[in-house]
């Protein structure tokens, strides 16, 4: 919903800004890891954000080949490109430009990601979000959509959001998760716009700048964030998000924290250390 104009409401304001950091996963593709590194080693319930984007095709050609996951979700939104995924349980599809995966590991599986082209730009994000552990050990799904299947709205004027996860004014996204009842947002303002929304009640949340530059909050408080830089918010009901003279384009993103013991080894994420043990044991045996 959009953020009402209320005196009783209090402004969420970026408490820490976060630059990403160069890295690869997979088979050498290269990455910018902003949430997973040691400037912020994770935000409950949020383990990892990637974000993959280049025009060489040297930086993606190889993917994501088989590899295991057990334990949490990952989540791949697709701005350009397309990315072909298999897993061992008989599940394939293709991520074309904008669609979303929204997979759920559970108990475990073995996946591969591997780009669809050979050549052009390859461009998104993975996100990947903890599991409480009553549903670690869960059967895997999918939540898999087309672009035509994630609905747009225009809150004001010179804002257009995509809502993958959440609701804003009425417009309900497709992903559904009860555990965090996550929130995930593509925000395009025009240049010399501001947004308000009301983010939901105790849920850790950041913004993350992909084009242009934001700045969040207002007065005293605010905090401006350039191109691959994240902000992490606080507490309050009410982001206000306003853009530079050449715009921005941010993901928003929020969940419920679970505010349990995380025991987490590669792609293995448990409660203790001797699940993620019996996690190795299970997949070298051929369990997933």
């Known amino acids: ?16 800004v976060v630059s990403g950091q160069p890295t690869s996963d997979g088979a050498g593709v290269k990455l910018t890891r902003v949430i997973g590194g040691g400037e912020l080693p994770d935000l409950d319930p949020f383990l990892l954000l990637d974000e993959f984007g280049t025009d060489r095709a040297e930086d993606y050609l190889a ?64 996100l990947w979000v903890n599991l409480p552990a009553r549903d670690k050990m869960g059967e895997p799904r999918y939540q898999e959509f087309a672009p035509e299947q994630i609905p747009v709205t225009h809150p ?48 850790n949340a950041f913004a993350y700048v992909f084009e242009g530059h934001a700045r969040l909050g207002e007065g005293d408080d605010a905090r401006p964030l350039a191109t691959h830089e994240l902000g992490v918010l ?17 993901i928003l993103v929020a969940g419920r924290p679970l505010r349990e013991p995380v025991a987490r080894y590669g792609p293995f994420v448990m409660n203790t250390k001797q699940e993620v043990m019996q996690a190795f044991a299970d997949f070298q045996e051929g369990k997933f």
């Open 1 to 16: 919903m959009t953020a009402p104009t209320t005196d009783t409401s209090t402004l969420r304001r970026a408490v820490a």
């Open 63 to 126: 993917g994501f080949p088989d590899h295991p996951h057990r334990g949490f979700e990952t989540v791949t939104y697709m701005l350009d490109g397309r990315m072909r995924h298999r897993d061992n349980h008989g599940n394939e599809g293709l991520l074309v430009p904008g669609s979303v995966q929204w997979m759920t590991a559970g108990r475990g599986l073995v996946h591969s990601e591997m780009p669809e082209q050979q050549e052009g730009r390859m461009r998104g994000f993975q």
């Open 156 to 203: 004001v004027e010179g804002v257009t959001v995509k809502v993958i996860a959440g609701v804003v004014d009425g417009v309900r996204g497709p992903i559904v998760q009860p555990a965090t009842e996550p929130l995930y947002l593509d925000v395009a303002l025009d240049p010399g716009r501001s947004w308000d929304y009301a983010l939901p009640e105790g849920h």
């Open 234 to 250: 606080g507490g309050g009901d009410v982001l206000h998000i306003a853009s530079g003279d050449e715009g921005a384009r941010l």
